[in-house]
């Protein structure tokens, strides 16, 4: 902690609110290298010695290493469920958000320019990763910011001060996300937000909700999971307060799982709709096709 999620603030001074990096600069690899340093807490719920493994993706030699795979794949399996989930929202919503999430437009170039756009994800990712250290050495006891600012370690009620200063930055994090993205929709353009590549059809309303049920249900029982294998252990020795970085890490190691099963039917859905559109123009009148059948 801080909560996850709040970690992207601290790179949206690179992002434009057209979703755009500033520069060359790639603002999924910021997002996602943002988060990069927590992925094996999730993993954790399911991978023994993934919180253990923390302590290397949130040093300068991890920052450097895994967290930029750890970067490329959270990117990875963003473009592979964008599309599919963007499915779920009304259309309004949809187009807005649309091109907002995909950001710049990038074409494949010469092998010269597809070798510096790899390094600038690169770049991109151990910002990401860097900002996320950084903010966690002033908010997490034993950290080295703390000891850099020994006041941070004092004792207030309970807890040190860094535990209020951690929830406290997350909260105001998480306030500033939620700005950032109501400004950046508000000027969003609609133009291309249906553009090629989008795998899914238009989906009633109940249908829309069906499919959203899986990742409900995944978050809730990887939240319950997670909690549980903590209550097992610590028991009633800590407070209720202190369960909720399990519940947490449990409900994103369940996000995964739940994300891949509503993007997959999406996608399925999507393919069977191109296929029926393909056999119905393929039966229309006035046709090649259409009219030597009939005339067979």
Known sequence: MPFTLSH???????????????????????????????????????????????????????????????????????????????????????ERLGAFVRGRPRTPGPVRERTA?????????????????????????GRWGTRLLPALNTVVGDRPLAMYLQYATSALALVGIGWFLWSALRVASAAGADGAGTAAPELPVRLRLLLTAPVVLAVLLGAAYRTLRAYAVHGAAVGWFDYLPDALFGAGA????????????????????RRGGAAADGGAPGRPAGAGAEAA
């Open 8 to 94: 992207a603030a601290a790179v949206l001074p690179l992002i434009r609110r057209t979703g755009a990096a500033r520069g060359p600069l790639v603002a999924s690899a910021l997002v996602a290298g943002s988060f990069a340093p927590d992925v094996t807490y999730y993993a954790g719920t399911v991978v023994p010695g993934g919180m253990a493994f923390g302590a290397f993706t949130h040093s300068l030699p991890g920052v450097l290493t895994v967290d930029v795979l750890l970067t490329a794949g959270l990117v990875g399996g963003w473009l592979l469920v964008r599309e599919p989930l963007l499915a779920l929202l009304p259309r309004a919503a949809r």
């Open 117 to 141: 756009s790899a390094g600038w994800f690169v770049a991109s990712a151990v910002l990401g990763s860097v900002s996320h250290v950084v903010w966690d050495a002033f908010t997490h006891p």
């Open 254 to 273: 369940g996000l995964v799982p739940g994300l891949l099963i509503s993007a997959g039917a999406i996608r399925l859905l999507g393919r069977r709709a």
